[in-house]
């Protein structure tokens, strides 16, 4: 059976990988530190055996007859008898390497001597039991070689002070380590509290509690970024998910209201026997309605294909002229029906740095409501002018014109006025959602001024190229 291994906390994590790193860190200066002590007693001997050996070459150096290699007067010296309280174990040899005299605490012992060196050197040996460390030098008298001195000094005391230190840091180390770990499990959890609680807020937000967001930290962290971030996309979701709310239960609405319109037309129509010219009504207005539905269901369509903010424009040249040109001989057969007249004079062309095809829609759909909404016989004016670094399209009608308090709520999706759902005008309420989205993505100006019963003008700012 496969044991299933228990994930570790990143508290804990951290606080093992703090432990690791600290270790290293105390295990190079507790080593330093014992180096250096080391280092400072040895070098402190060293320095003792060196005055030693000066005196006793200079000794030798300065006799005006060679008398011997040892002044008489060394051996009353207390440290030469003592073997156990600062002792200084003293020997001489001639330049054979046969001992001559050595001081009275080595009794039966002898230094090492070390043939072939005739220079000062340094060993750490032992004697009588006792660690030391001795100093071979060669004794002149006038250039020529008359023996040798060995010096030698008890390293007992020393070597327990490092041993001692040594005992100390190892002991030391593992208990500084367990305590740094505990302290650094504290501190990771206290760090870490605030995402823990981003964690618990998230998994408390459902549908039905999408207004809840993370609490912010009090140091402005990394953390308090983060929430910041979350709290964002939080906004974002949540208004995500209400227009799309908002959209299925308008859009169903919108969709319910032409099907219930063809359901009961027909039901009238089957219901007796009818006139050739009846079915021939009923089924046209059937028609217009399908119509009108198929007509919907492209702008739904639409409006889903511009919800993604990521919507890639193709930016390039756009002669503005040019698209208010097609887009009249496009409407041509419906502005000569409704006996309208359009008043425009491109003396030149306008290029403006734009989507060509975002731009055609944004144009048709402002002209559609202009020529859709005018009365029978009005006018609508276009105009194309230079301002400064925009090229300035203005677009307006002497239609129905909208209410005051209904300006700002007609770039919600379905929204019609009060002005237009009395109107005999149809339509969906899409038509300046699009135009708003389209705006948007490619930076272009758009205000609507409008009075009831006036008129109303749409004014476009874009980039001038």
Known sequence: MRSIKTPVSIKNRIALFNLVTTALLILVVFTIIYRIVSFSVNEDINKELQA??????????????????????????????????????????????????????????????????????????????????????????KGKLKGYVIIAMSIEQPHKVLDNLLFVLLLAYPIVLLVLFFITRIVAGQTMKPAL?????????????????????????????????????????????????????DASHELRTPLAVIKGTLEVLVRKPRTTEEYNEKINYCVSEVNRLNHMVDQLLLMARFEDQKLAAKLQTVVLDEVLLQALERYSPKIEVRNLTVDFDFTEHFEVVSDAGMTGL?????????????HDGGNIAIELFNDNKNVICRITDKGIGIAANDLGKIYGQFY??????????????LGLSIVKRLCDILNIGLNIESNKNEGTSVTLSFEKN
């Open 416 to 429: 019609r006025s009060e002005a237009l759902e009395h109107a005999s005008v149809k339509g969906t309420g």
């Open 197 to 249: 609680d981003i964690i618990a807020t998230t998994k408390s937000i459902t549908d039905n509690n999408f207004n809840e967001r993370v609490k912010l930290p009090k140091k402005r962290d990394e953390l308090y970024v983060l929430s910041l971030a979350i709290n964002g996309l939080l906004d974002k979701i949540e208004s995500a998910i209400v227009r799309e709310k908002q959209f299925t239960s």
């Open 362 to 374: 944004i144009i048709e759909n402002i002209l559609s409501n202009a020529i859709k909404y005018s």
């Open 52 to 141: 030693e050996i000066n005196l006793h070459t200079s000794y030798v150096e300065n006799q005006d007859e060679f008398v011997g290699l040892v002044d008489k007067e060394e051996w009353d010296e207390s440290e030469h008898k003592e073997i156990v309280i600062n002792p200084v174990f003293l020997q001489a040899f001639d330049d054979h390497g046969n001992s001559v005299e050595k001081s009275p605490n080595l009794k039966g012992e002898n230094l090492k001597f070390y043939k072939n060196k005739n220079s000062k050197f340094y060993k750490d040996t032992q004697v009588t039991g006792l660690s030391i460390r001795q100093v071979q030098a060669p004794l002149f008298f």
